[in-house]
Structures are given as structure tokens and as C-alpha cells.
């Protein structure tokens, strides 16, 4: 089987072969149909994220070893179970949740893996979907896609579980105007997510015209121009006074700023992206104006389920998606880099 993995961290990622392994214990064994390339891998490739202030996070340090296949937004068709492996058989179609944790702590036997300590994600910790085969190490992570094809059911295991569940933190979705920061894959899915979970209107901020354009397209209530001076002042004049939700879905020091500068009192600014960076704020104002500062990142099993659920009841939110062959990763992934990529775009390993 083919593998593209991250060998030297910086590098492009290099093709590797190596024979397709039998799934052993309760291990199911996929044909990789559909492998969405996400931001984040482009720091998985670099091997660090940036902290701000020269500072940089080491992804070697948090258990990262290489080699490793990337790709964590996976459907496959199910070729082989291991002998224990239960509910599933051959010839299903399945998302894979990649957020996978030990297995044994408190959070895991909770279905909360993603705050594992000792997490072996698919495509981060452990080889993921930019392969034709993909061992995932329990049927627990497997999702029915129902009739869903399988290129744009693929980023709901990232982009859609994270944006969902940074969603649900939000109490006043369906009452107050939701900021969302960003508008790229992540942000056209936090998007039709918002409007399916009955969002009242969100207001999308983005420093790209194109990707504004396409905000606009989706449905976003009004588009502002992230890099104007006055953006803060314009989303606290649109919402009467200040944002009770901005979801940042880029999460750099200039994002942040617009972002928890355009609170009200009562607001909650959460961060999502990893783009990088610091913010400096003030401490008084967060207790006398009641502001919530939170982090959002993947989601719950249960979440997962739910999200599955929401999608068959009402359709894939409209997130445009275009295919390349598994071939053409490290030319993705440069595009992605240059941020010239409208939604998503996504690997077909099996065409
Ligand atoms: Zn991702
Ligand atoms: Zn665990």
C-alpha cells in the first residue's frame, strides 16, 4: 500500500510503501474512499505550532513520532475486521472519528478521548488516511454515512466535529447574531452547521475577499473585512452593543484581538483555530464585564454521533469540495498553505 508521510518535519511529505497490514484484536482494517486535508496538517508537517512571541510548541514533544501518514478526515469501506471487532462487517461505509485516546483513563471511558493525555490520533499519533488502507482500532470510532458520498461526509470528522462542538457552547445561538472569525473549510462548515442547529445569524469575518464572497454565498447575514481598523467597532455596532459569541476559527494574535474586543458584557469569545499567536488583555474587565474566554477542540464521541445524526436528518452542510488524487498531497497542501483554497479540498486514495 501507498503511504504519504511526514518523514522530516518542514519537508514535503514522502511517498512510502509498505505491505497492507490485517487488522488484529478489535481492529478494522479501511479502504481509504475519502481523506480531507486539513489545516492542521501543515503544522503536523512543520512539526511545531507557533505560540507567539518567538515562542514555538513542539509536536515531538507532545508524543509526535515519525514517520507518520497523515490525514485525519477519513471514509473507508471496510475490508477486513479483526476477530473481536463487533457490529461491523465487510463493505460498510464509515467515517472515522480520528480523535482516539488511551482507552483506559477517566476521559476515554467517558467518550471524551479528545481529552486523553496520552492521545494516538489517526494522522497525528498514529498513521491516518493519506494511504489507500487506514487501520482504525475499534468499530467504537466507526460512523455510518448512511448514502452521504464519501468526499464531503470526510471533513466532518475534523472541521465538523470541531465546529460543532464549539457551536454547542454557544447558548444564545438561536436568540443573538454569532460571530464566526474565518471562513475558510472550518469556517464554511461551522457556517451550515450554525444554520442547521436553527442559528439566528452569524456574522463572518474574514481578511480575504474571496473567502468573504463565499461566506456570503452560504449564508452569512453580513461579511466584514477582518483586517479593517474599525472591525470590532463594526461587529459592536451590528449587534447592538457587542457579541454574546465569537467563535475564532483562525486563532492569530490580529483575530483575537477583533474577536474579544467586540464582546458585550456577558460574552464569550471561543478559540478554535491554531493559526498562532498571543493576546494581551486587561484582567479586571473579564470579572466586571462577566466574559468567558474558552477553548474549543474536536469533540465527545457522543458529539460525533450526534453530528451524524444532525447531517442524516438534514443534509451535509454546503461546504464545497473539490477531489484530487492521493498523488497530489504535497501540491494540496502547498495551495492550502498559500490560503488558496475555497472549502475543502479532498484525497481519493481509491480512484
Ligand atoms: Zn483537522
Ligand atoms: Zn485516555
Redesign the pocket.
Known sequence: MRMFQVCVCGEPLQLNEQPTPQPAGTEVLLKVLAA?V????LHLADGYFDLGGGKRMSLADRGMKLPVTLG??NVGEVVAVGPDAKGIKVGDRRLADPWIGCGTCAPCRRGEDFLCRAMRSLGVFSNGGYADYLIVPHPRYLFDIGDLPPERAAPLA??GI?TYSALKKVATLKSEPTVIIGAGGLGLMCLGLHRKLGGHSAIVVDIDPVKRDAAKQAGAAVVIDGTASDASQQIIDLTNGGAWAVIDLVGSSASARVGYDSLIKGGKYIIVGLYGGDLTVSLPPIPMRALTIQGSYLGSLAEMAELMELVRRTGLPDVPVATRPLKDVNAAMDQLRAGKIVGRVVLTPAS
Open positions: 480531507g486539513c489545516h492542521s496538517d485525519h478526515e475534523c472541521s470541531t
